[in-house]
Nanobody
């Protein structure tokens, strides 16, 4: 399993970015894909996820109003649309998936990780 995140960059506060994550898997629809972010010195935190098969989405409650996550199973790709970005959203954003089904969205329940894409929001 390989994941490749992209779409990060430098944006002004109030702006938007769309992150993408392409997964190299055979049956993409069978994988739950999550987005996490991390700043130096802090633990990786859950941002959003889209479930396997049903495509249901789950969000960090504090971020929910500014995020939209979607998946395109034909392209093995998930997207994270982030709006009204704030300087505190600055982090490296990672996409991840897992080989064992779980109802948890802790980073410890995801065992495949992409390399991350840097998002920097200037004030």
């Amino acid at each position: 399993v390989q994941l490749q995140a992209s779409g990060g960059g430098l944006v002004q506060a109030g702006g938007s970015l769309r992150l993408s994550c392409v997964a190299s898997v055979r049956t993409f629809v069978s994988y739950t894909i999550g987005w996490f972010r991390q700043v130096p010195g802090k633990e990786r935190e859950f941002v959003a996820a889209v479930s396997r098969n049903t495509g249901n989405t789950y969000y960090q409650p504090s971020l929910k109003n500014r995020l939209t996550m979607s998946r395109d199973n034909a392209k093995n790709t998930v997207y994270l649309q982030m709006n009204s970005l704030k300087p505190e959203d600055t982090a490296v954003y990672y996409c991840a998936t897992r080989s064992v089904a779980s109802n948890s969205y802790s980073q410890y329940d995801f065992n495949y990780w992409g390399r991350g894409t840097q998002v920097t929001v200037s004030s």
